[in-house]
């Protein structure tokens, strides 16, 4: 037999789920003593760690294509179970405040240990409970979205170590020209021309529409909430600039700006316009799905305006603590987690491995993650639809 003999992870897919489940079960110390799968529970991937630099036992460029891989999956796969976890808590907080009682069946608590189950348990009863308090008052919820923005650094920092010949070097109007149309965000010094945007805990200065809360004068009337016409004072979420005017900002601006922005970001794809600041088409996948895993989200701002109803100022303060909280998740990093779940599988399959090198033994626990992270994902958006559900009915 070929001592070198390739692998590839799309051909082993018990041996996955087996590593996968001894894994989550008993670490990597309980296969110690397990023949085969001894070996291939590997130290060097550890999400959370800097991959980048690990030697994998293969040549050249194959190496660093390879750490780049892992070191997307690592912090790929923690982002996912970050967001499914921290959903969970938060689904559970607003049940609770809003009356949901715990778990006492030991059958039904033992099922809820699993992430997954926990937040869409939890989620369906925070849903239940914003619809039952619903029926009984005039409820009206002004959600500002949430956004998540993928570092341009991030991305273009991730290609040079991945690939030796990558040599980026990009201008302002570059970097503007490397995001989609009208999603770069920054810092702007200077003025903004776009949109102006705050959160639940930065307002921005506004003298245009606001999507969030305004505060101050809504077409010149006195206003502490949403605001369909003209904001003059300032705004609890998204600020536009009327008619293409230029103007300061004193939150993130998203456009462009009329000097170099701060710490530039990408709401939407960041494609680079030079071929030297791209690697192969394994590194610019990886790269997209760490800077993706990366991505900085501001929660949005949650108005509750209720009319009805004795005693529930509990369930109104619940609603604002937890509400942006849950959103920041289903609709900040859920779409950016499940836009590049895709991407980093095909990327993560298409690697040929010496059977005997340490990337063939690493790459199956690395694939357990993404299981994980693809079920992680799976579990929000099905979480969030009883949240939005009972939001909009």
């Known amino acids: 037999m070929d001592r070198k003999k390739k692998l590839r992870i799309a051909l082993a897919p018990i041996t996955v789920a087996a590593l996968a489940a001894s894994v989550a079960f008993g670490g990597c110390d309980s296969l110690a003593n397990d023949g085969p799968l001894g070996a291939v529970c590997c130290s060097e991937y550890k999400p959370g760690t800097n991959m980048l630099a690990v030697d994998w036992g293969l040549e050249g460029s194959a190496n660093l294509e390879f750490g780049a891989t892992m070191q997307a999956i690592g912090d790929f796969s923690a982002t996912a179970q970050g967001m499914v976890s921290d959903l969970g808590i938060a689904c559970k907080g607003l049940a609770n405040d809003l009356g949901e009682p715990e778990v006492t069946d030991p059958a039904k608590a033992k099922t809820l240990a699993d992430p997954n189950e926990f937040t869409k348990y939890w989620c369906a009863a925070a849903g239940a409970q914003l619809t039952k308090f619903k029926s009984t008052v005039q409820l009206t919820l002004n959600v500002q979205p949430a956004e998540c923005k993928v570092s341009v ?182 779409k950016v987690l499940s836009g590049e779940v895709d991407a980093i599988t095909q990327v993560a399959a298409g690697f040929d491995l010496d059977a005997t090198s340490t990337a063939a033994f690493c790459i199956i626990p690395a694939t357990a993650s993404l299981v994980t992270a693809g079920e992680n994902i799976t579990a929000t958006g099905e979480a969030a639809v009883s949240i939005t559900g009972a939001v909009g009915g």
Request: a negative charge; aromatic letters at 2%.
């Open 153 to 334: 650094n991030a991305k273009i920092d991730c290609e040079a170590q991945c690939d030796a010949s990558v040599d980026c070097q990009l201008t302002p109007g570059e970097i503007v020209a490397s995001c989609e149309p009208g999603k770069v965000s920054g810092q702007c010094s200077g003025s903004c021309k776009g949109s102006c945007e705050g959160s639940a805990n930065v307002a921005v200065d506004c003298n245009s529409t606001c999507e969030g809360t305004c505060e101050g004068q809504c077409n010149g009337t006195a206003s502490t909430g949403s605001c369909a016409g003209t904001c003059s004072g300032t705004c609890r979420g998204t600020c536009s600039v009327d008619g293409g005017a230029m103007a300061s900002c004193n939150g993130t601006c998203t456009g462009s700006c009329d000097v170099e922005f701060t710490a530039p970001k990408c709401t939407g794809k960041f494609t680079p316009p030079k071929a030297s600041c791209k690697g192969s088409a394994s590194c610019e996948g990886s790269c997209d799905a760490s800077a993706s895993a990366k991505a900085e989200c501001t929660p949005p701002s949650v108005e509750v305006s209720v009319t009805g109803g004795t005693n529930i100022e509990g369930k109104i303060a619940a609603l604002k603590k937890w509400l942006p909280q849950i959103f920041l998740n289903i609709e900040g990093r859920f």
